[in-house]
């Protein structure tokens, strides 16, 4: 049972968050937007997101064989250079450790990305992670008429 709802309790701060989403909504491509948004989602254990954001991908034309391959990006070979830098980043950006981000990992993404798209993409990555903090705690249920 949901906990809180965010948005009618504390609107400025559910309408900051939805800011973030818009601008990296606006500046990230999509295919990869929906990439970088299901991988955090799985690594936080987020359900309602990785529901949202695996339908949100296959109704915008994505194989569900590449979104499948998601949970195990590494071995699969469903995924190109950028992408592949784009959910390495994802891994170590939503995994913080101690080190922050290792640098073979920003390295191999800034030789396929632009300092701008990598701004903009580690902005989605921090998004997706606030959102995921929200509807975890909260206990977002998942819509049961899709």
């Keep these: 049972m949901q906990r809180i709802n965010v ?3 504390a609107p400025e701060a559910f309408g900051a968050v939805l800011g973030l ?12 937007l929906e990439l970088v948004k299901l991988r955090a989602s799985m690594l936080n254990g987020c359900a309602y997101c990785v529901d949202m954001h695996s339908r949100e991908a296959l109704d915008a034309g994505e ?6 391959a998601v949970a195990t990006w590494r071995e699969a070979p469903f995924f190109d250079e950028r992408e592949r830098a784009a ?4 891994d170590a950006v939503t995994k ?5 981000v290792p640098d ?9 990305w ?18 995921n903090r929200i ?10 008429d899709v």
Excluded: Q
């Design 21 to 32: 989403e818009k601008y990296v909504r606006a500046n990230v491509e999509h295919t990869v």
């Design 63 to 68: 194989s569900s064989r590449r979104l499948f």
């Design 135 to 144: 509807a975890v705690t909260f206990r977002n249920e998942l819509p049961t």
């Design 104 to 112: 073979d990992v920003w390295d191999a993404a800034s030789k396929v």
């Design 114 to 131: 632009s300092e701008k798209a990598l701004a903009d993409l580690v902005l989605a990555i921090a998004t997706i992670n606030v959102w």
């Design 7 to 9: 948005a009618g309790v």
């Design 87 to 90: 959910l390495a980043l994802t």
């Design 96 to 100: 913080l450790g101690e080190h922050g």
